[in-house]
């Protein structure tokens, strides 16, 4: 049988080559000039795309089927495993680790208590533009990919290219350097006598076998570990409140004595309110690295049930439970240990150097350190799975539109991208580089390269969430019509990325592109941030003494740490003059399609469903947490 005919094509594209189908089957109809290209086997089952001819410019407009029609292929190659609850939890498990348990005594010693509160907060403020940008994106385009995909269609190809394969390059480093970092909190009870194989070899089986499995497993072991990081985050918010209250025998009440003295701020690298200043920003770069990961609920849309409804949901709420979490966390650790404690300084690799960890120790609390360093596990291991997820979907995406081997799109009978899994468990062995000192290090190099990603990723979803507005303006489509929107995102999302803006006037010159791609890497460029989900703490810390570099003088760390920057730019301009792309012009950008798919989504995905009732009390609260 036969698939209906998708583009799997971006825009822009020139000539191609063309070959009969040999089917039975009817095709849609075409344009005489319109070629045909084989492009893969997806479950046994050949599928055919209509690619453009040389005078077009737009397949999405020669061919304004190509949307639904790939959603076609993703309904029958995919599988919808993916519940609200799923995605709630992936993006506190994806935001939840290193960062919050072992990382927020570096930012308390480099802000000082107050500085990396407001750190910490005006990050969040671009969490929460970036977090429902992309919601209101997603929950209208909800495909395998997520940001990426939209870049194709409301923006370039030449982008979705870029930053598509930039996300699956810093994916495919990300999993190896999360078993080297396992490798290092296992010796916290084993000490040096144990071979890393032996921790290596089962976590690959691990991980790649979960990789594998029906994306619902995926979905249940990642809730499983979010519910654990989220009862340990309310565990040591609530001991230490205890301690600095004086509830522990034997320990006095130590209220806001460390904000009093050595003070509230920091002075970092310089002296006086220039040095405060400094320190309150360098907080903003370990912050970043600390909720990088909320963009991964999307990854998966096209597997997720009404994604309609649970991507805005999911989006709401996870963003108020990191910020909640996240607030009150460092607000307590900023009461529990001062800031210039030389004990809060080191590289945060292990849980002796946790803020929580060094207040129950003075406490005489026993049993903390083995309780955090085991939960640390699990969150290298749920970054791993995280990474292995967001990278498979990705590069599925990118050969569902012939921007990477047709081989790709294989996928099992219960709906998973085996071949995308086997090339990263491929590059899971990376990870026995550990075992000797100069591959180590070549290997942490290679992770650098793509150390500010994650902002680039971040100006993308909100570049992508200016075209998506000012498209429906200039088609005069009204915002009522999106199955989710806020208001004040669109002022949110412009004041972010406001140089990112690309106009309509310009969108068809070749120097827009270079524009739209200098400016929105520009923007990642303000701040260095390491790249990937729950990307090891040293990784952080060689991260922030670039940014000591950048202040100060310019080193070898600096220029890797930015080297991202470049790469994405050379793989934007190379794939955009190679193949001739062109920026879509608002008013081409086929959103009428976009609305029609998804109001026949909803049709389908209604049909019998009943809808929950609203819970109250402490019913309602446990509710939040969980679901």
């Not at 070959?19 to 492009?39: C, Y």
């Not at 089962?202 to 499995?213: N, S, Y």
Request: proline share 5%.
């Amino acid at each position: 049988m036969t698939a209906s005919t998708p583009n799997l094509k971006p825009a822009g594209y020139g000539t191609s080559s063309s070959s009969s189908s040999g089917s039975s089957t009817p095709l849609p109809s075409r344009s005489p000039k319109q070629n045909i290209a084989r492009v893969s086997i997806i479950n046994n089952t050949d599928v055919e795309s209509p690619l453009l001819s040389p005078k077009s410019n737009n397949p999405l407009l020669s061919n304004p089927q190509s949307l639904s029609q790939e959603h076609q292929i993703e309904s029958r190659s995919l599988q919808k495993g993916l519940s609200q609850r799923h995605l709630s939890m992936l993006g506190i498990a994806g935001s939840i680790g290193t960062g919050l348990f072992l990382g927020l005594g570096g930012a308390v010693s480099t802000g000082g208590p107050l500085g990396a509160l407001l750190g910490y907060a005006v990050i969040g403020l671009v969490v929460c533009s970036v977090q429902f940008a992309l919601g209101e994106v997603t929950a209208l385009m909800p495909v395998t990919g997520s940001f990426v995909r939209h870049a194709e269609v409301l923006v370039d190809p030449a982008m979705g290219f870029a930053i598509g394969w930039n996300l699956v390059y810093g994916n495919l480093l990300s999993i190896p350097s999360e078993i080297v970092a396992v490798c290092v909190l296992v010796k916290f009870w084993t000490g040096d006598g144990l071979n890393p194989a032996a921790v290596i070899l089962p976590f690959i089986a691990l991980t790649g076998g979960i990789g594998m499995a029906f994306v619902r497993v995926f979905g249940e072991v990642e809730f499983v570990f979010a519910l654990l990081k989220i009862l340990l985050v309310v565990f040591l918010i609530v001991l230490g409140l205890v301690i600095n209250l004086g509830g522990v025998p034997g320990t006095g009440v130590i209220g806001f004595r460390y904000w009093r003295d050595p003070g509230p701020f920091v002075e970092y690298i310089a002296q006086g309110d220039w040095g405060r200043f400094l320190g309150f920003w360098a907080v903003m770069t370990g912050a970043v690295f600390s909720f990088a990961g909320v963009e991964s609920l999307a990854m998966a849309a096209a597997e997720t049930r009404n994604p309609r409804e649970a991507i805005p949901r999911a989006v709401k709420r996870v963003f108020a439970r990191i910020v909640i979490f996240y607030g009150l966390a460092v607000f307590v650790v900023g009461l529990l240990v001062p800031s210039n404690d030389e004990r809060l300084k080191g590289s945060g690799d292990t849980v002796a150097q946790s803020p929580f960890v060094l207040a129950a120790a003075a406490a005489g609390i026993k049993g903390i350190p083995s309780l955090v360093n085991a939960i640390v596990i699990t969150s290298a291991w749920s970054a791993a799975n995280q990474s292995l997820l967001a990278g498979t979907r990705v590069l599925y995406g990118l050969a569902l539109k012939g921007q990477a081997p047709k081989i790709f799109l294989r996928t099992t009978s219960w709906g998973t991208p085996y071949m995308c899994v086997l090339l990263f468990t491929v590059f899971m062995f990376l990870s026995f580089l550990s075992l000797s000192e100069n591959a180590i290090s070549v290997f942490w190099w290679l992770v650098m390269l793509t150390a500010a990603g994650v902002l680039v990723s971040w100006s993308s979803i909100l570049l992508n969430h200016i075209r998506l507005l000012k498209a429906m303006k200039k088609q005069g489509i009204s915002t009522d019509r999106l199955p989710w929107h806020n208001w004040w995102t669109g002022r949110s999302s412009f004041l972010d990325v406001r140089e990112a803006e690309v106009d309509n006037q310009q969108s068809t010159h070749p120097q827009s592109g270079l524009s739209c791609a200098s400016s929105f890497c520009s923007r990642a460029a303000s701040v260095s941030s390491p790249r990937a989900v729950g990307t090891p703490p040293s990784l952080c810390r060689r991260t922030c003494q670039s940014f000591d570099c950048f202040v100060q003088t310019c080193c070898l760390d600096t220029n890797v740490t930015y080297s991202d920057i470049p790469i994405v730019l050379a793989a934007y301009l190379g794939w955009k003059f190679f193949l001739k792309t062109s920026i879509t012009p608002l008013d081409q950008i086929p959103l009428e399609e976009a609305f029609e798919q998804a109001e026949e989504n909803l049709s389908v995905q209604t049909q019998g469903f009943q809808p929950t009732k609203k819970t109250r009390g402490w019913t309602r609260f446990v509710s939040w947490i969980w679901d």
